[in-house]
């Protein structure tokens, strides 16, 4: 977002520019006639030569400017990379407040909560039930533990259940 506003202040600057540019160049060139007496007779205007140049550089820039701001408000990547890097502190942050949950559990909650963790947030019970080398009554009756805390959530998946951690 901040890139786009970037964008759009530099497309103003740019249009501001370019008036005053044209407005000075008008006023010089009237001032270039007036004064300049060889301009009718076919001889260059120092003076008018010195404005082209001027108004094509002050083109030129502004023309960089404008090129800048497009990009910014179209093609910066600036955003996506802020959302990736306050989604990793948010998992940072759940990781360490999981750390501290890990503490309460006992020996088969912690196995269980940590093979959880370790598939990212998300496993079949079964699979659970394989990793941990616990019956399926046993793993039921943990997650029926974890559930009530608020750690966990079960989803119905056809023949077995999902385990979802809680964020």
Same mark, same amino acid.
């Given at each position: 977002?901040?890139?786009?506003?970037?964008?759009?202040?530099?497309?103003v600057i740019?249009l501001?520019?370019g008036?005053?540019?044209?407005s000075?160049?008008n006023?010089?060139n009237?001032?270039?006639q007036?004064s300049c007496s060889?301009?009718?007779?076919?001889?260059s205007?120092?003076?008018?030569?010195s404005?082209?140049f001027q108004t094509?550089?002050?083109?030129?820039?502004?023309?960089?400017?404008?090129?800048?701001?497009?990009?910014?408000i179209?093609?910066?990547k600036e955003?996506r &990379?802020v959302?990736k890097l306050?989604?990793?502190k948010?998992?940072?942050? =759940? !990781?360490?407040?999981?750390? /501290? +949950? #890990?503490k309460?559990?006992?020996?088969?909650?912690?196995?269980?909560?940590?093979e959880?963790?370790?598939?990212?947030?998300?496993?079949?019970?079964?699979?659970?039930?394989?990793k941990?080398n616990?019956?399926?009554?046993?793993?039921?009756? &943990?997650?029926?533990?974890?559930?009530?805390?608020?750690?966990?959530?079960r =989803? !119905?998946?056809?023949?077995? /259940? +999902? #385990?979802?951690?809680?964020?």
């Open positions: 977002m901040r890139n786009r506003i970037v964008g759009l202040l530099l497309i740019a501001l520019m008036f005053v540019i044209f000075f160049n006023s010089l009237k001032i270039a007036s060889d301009v009718m007779s076919g001889f205007c120092p003076i008018l030569e404005a082209d094509n550089v002050s083109l030129g820039l502004i023309i960089i400017i404008l090129v800048i701001a497009i990009y910014l179209f093609f910066s955003e &990379i959302k306050v989604k990793v948010e998992q940072l942050k =759940r !990781r360490e407040n999981y750390k /501290n +949950i #890990i309460e559990l006992d020996k088969d909650e912690n196995a269980i909560f940590k959880i963790l370790n598939a990212n947030g998300s496993i079949l019970q079964s699979e659970l039930v394989k941990t616990l019956t399926k009554v046993k793993v039921t009756r &943990i997650l029926d533990n974890l559930e009530g805390r608020g750690l966990v959530e =989803r !119905r998946r056809g023949m077995t /259940n +999902i #385990i979802i951690l809680k964020r």
